[in-house]
Every structure is written in C-alpha cells, then in structure tokens.
C-alpha cells in the first residue's frame, strides 16, 4: 500500500515537473534561421527569414506564418545578391506579445474569420549575411463579410475595432477583470485584437472579443480611480491576452485572460521608484467627461486570477455565433468589414463619421481618448479598420493627427 506521504511526495515532484514543463514551452529558444545564400536554393531560408523579421517589426495585433511563396527573384550585385521576393502570409492566433514562436501557433480557417497578407518583400545579401531592407504588405480578410454572409448568413461580422459597441463591451470586460483577478496592480486596456458581431434572437447583438491588457503603476485596492493609472515600461509590464462575450440582453457573459511574465523582472532597489515610460502601443478608450469612474478594491493580491468566474466562456472556434443563435431575418446590421476609413477631415471618426463623441456634463476629468485605428503612424489610410495591419518597412515619419479639444 502507498503511504500517505510518498503520495504526497509524487504529486509534488508531478507538480514541479508540469511547473518546468511549462517554462522549457514558454522561454524555447527561437528556432535557428538558416542561412541565405546567393543560389539557386535560396528561397526556402530567404522567405523564412522575411517571416521572422516581419514578426520581430509586428508589435500590434498577430503573428504571421509563412502560406505560400508566390515568386522570388535573385540578382546578383558585387559581393552578394539582392532578392525579392512575394509571399502570402496567414494570422495565427497568437498575439504579438506572446512568447510563442509563430512558427507554433495556430492559424485560423475561413470559418474563424481567416486573415491573410500578401506581401513583397526585398533582401540584400552581402558577404554571407542577410538584412531585410523593405517589406510591404496588403493585410486584409480571406473572405469579406458579404462574401461570408452568402456563405453563412448567420455567422457573425467582423467590425471596426473602434466601434463604439465593441468598445463598451470591452471595457467592461476589463473592468470585470480587475474586480474578479488576483493581481497585485490594475490593468488597462492596451489594443484591441479583434470584434465579432451577430445576432442573437433572445439576447440581440451579441460581440466575441479578443484583446490585450496591460499593467499599470496602480496597486490593486488604491482608492485611484482608473482613469489616472499609467502602464509600467512596457518591459516591466506583465500583459494579458484576453477573450470576452457580452451581450446586449444579458450584458458580459465571460471573460478569460492569459497572463504572460514581464520581460524586465529585475526588482526594484531600497526607495527606488519605476520608471516612467510612454507606451507606445497603448490603446485608449473613449470616456465623455463627467465623474470618475470609482475605484475597485480587491480584498487580495498575487499573480493572476481564480479557476472561474461567471458563465463558462463560449466557444471561441470562430464558426459562428453560440448554438441558441438563430434568425438571420433578423440579422445584425451592416458593418464595414472592408474598404477605405473616414480621413482626412480633421478629428477621427468614433461613430459613423459624427465625430468625437459628445461631451456629458459634469466636472472635466482625463480623458482617454481613441482616434481611429492606425498603428503604422498613419500610412495605411485604406486599411481594413476591422484588422490589425503589417506595418510597412521602414516605417515612414508619423503623420499629423489633430488634437481633439477637450471641455
């Protein structure tokens, strides 16, 4: 018969063994990138090398895995080549702030909503060494929301992700997230990955999130009210891939969170304060002007949160709305899945091109404020606003964005 203690002794060492399983998976070196040469069996390591350096310049939205190489092109220059090449990559479901290799993600179907990029991208070769120059790429939805309603009339849309619906949804996702999480500070929305939109004939419009959270500098249980907290360096941060569903009805059904360590985990000396850092991927909602929002106080603090809370999360598979959906008669409205943004006419546009929203009465607070999606300093006027574009190479100077006026 086992005794009591060697049980016990068994499934501590099974514990620790699952612990180290779990750190070999997420700090795995990088694969080894082989070398390019100037022949005629450069394209395999050459498109292989284009992936990872576009993932390594893609701080926002997914990692990308290599598809398909379309062509390539190899002209040889006084001590090396040039190579062009045109390469069809797909979204995985990884976000960039993962510290899965792309490589070991997973992509999604056409039923998940697949996205693709096309790409074209220059290499010089020099001496035995490969340096990406340039790479330009056209990031956009395999199937467009017409063209997956006459396939699937009731599979939901993807919609902007600064739509106002999308947004409330999400925010309270994180809100419900600091409330019910088990973390030593207050987290902020940092981007928005992705927003589906269906119908629900009991519940209306319903919306299946993706999105990133951040740490900021407020400890959990401060009477500070949110809209004051900064993020950590974006080094020290620990951040969080998030998934939510609300609806209309019923208000937010779930919200699940996967936390990943900070990069920077050195401690902080006697009396030394963190530093102050602007992150430059930071995502704001927009909040009128009126009473700050009160501040959540947990009861404890550690490093992530309970087993569960509310509602078991939905299927995230991507293939269409929860089993009790139905109705397409009924269906949500039109959203722009595709096609050019409102631009070029001063402020963002929040809703339908109106404008900022307006201002409530009340006593001015900070706002945070969302201009319309543009993680590539403004180049990618045209860009799907429902997707989270590659950024070109070398990224062009910002443009100007208008301030908005606050009351």
């Known amino acids: 018969m086992v005794s009591a203690v060697s049980l016990l002794c068994t499934m501590k060492a099974l514990h620790v063994l699952v612990l180290l399983a779990s750190v070999v998976l997420l700090c795995r070196a990088s694969p080894v990138l082989e070398p390019v040469m100037c022949n005629e069996d450069h394209s395999a390591a050459a498109a292989r090398l284009a992936v990872h350096d576009i993932n390594e310049h893609h701080k926002h939205g997914y990692k990308f895995q290599l598809s398909e190489i379309k062509e390539n092109k190899m002209d040889k220059v006084e001590e090396g080549c040039t190579i062009e090449l045109h390469l069809d990559l797909l979204e995985t479901k990884c976000p960039s702030i993962s510290p899965k290799h792309f490589e ?85 929305l940092q981007e928005v990955g992705r927003v589906k939109s269906g119908w629900m004939s009991s519940q209306g419009m319903y919306y299946s999130s993706e999105f990133v959270i951040v740490e900021t500098h407020c400890p959990m249980g401060s009477r500070i009210a949110i809209e004051a907290c900064d993020p950590l360096c974006p080094d020290r941060a620990r951040h969080a891939f998030c998934r939510s569903f609300y609806t209309q009805g019923a208000g937010l059904q779930s919200v699940d969170c996967e936390y990943y360590p900070a990069l920077n985990k050195t401690a902080l000396g006697p009396g030394e304060k963190e530093p102050q850092c602007k992150n430059p991927h930071l995502m704001l909602l927009p909040r009128p002007a009126g009473p700050p929002s009160p501040p959540v106080h947990h009861p404890s603090a550690g490093g992530g949160r309970p087993p569960s809370h509310g509602h078991g999360p939905p299927s995230f598979a ?35 091109g109106q404008g900022p929203p307006p201002h409530a009465k009340g006593p001015p607070t900070r706002e945070r404020v969302l201009p319309f999606i543009s993680p590539c300093n403004g180049f990618l006027a045209y860009s799907d606003p429902a997707l989270n574009p590659i950024c070109p190479k070398p990224l062009p100077e910002p443009r100007h964005i208008p301030k908005l006026e606050r009351s």
């Open 104 to 188: 070991d993600c997973e992509t999604r179907d056409e039923s998940q909503r697949a996205v693709m990029a096309n790409c074209t991208v220059m290499m010089a070769v020099k001496d035995g060494n490969a340096d990406v120059t340039k790479n330009d790429c056209d990031t956009r939805l395999v199937k467009t929301n017409s063209e997956m309603h006459r396939i699937c009339p009731d599979c939901p849309s993807m919609i902007p992700l600064n739509s106002p619906e999308g947004l409330k949804a999400i925010e309270t996702a994180v809100h419900e997230e600091n409330i019910n999480s088990t973390n030593e500070h207050f987290y902020i």
């Open 318 to 352: 991507g293939s269409g709305p929860p089993p009790h959906a139905h109705g397409h008669g009924q269906g949500p409205p039109s959203f722009p899945g595709s096609g050019p943004p409102p631009h070029g006419q001063g402020p963002p546009s929040f809703a339908g």
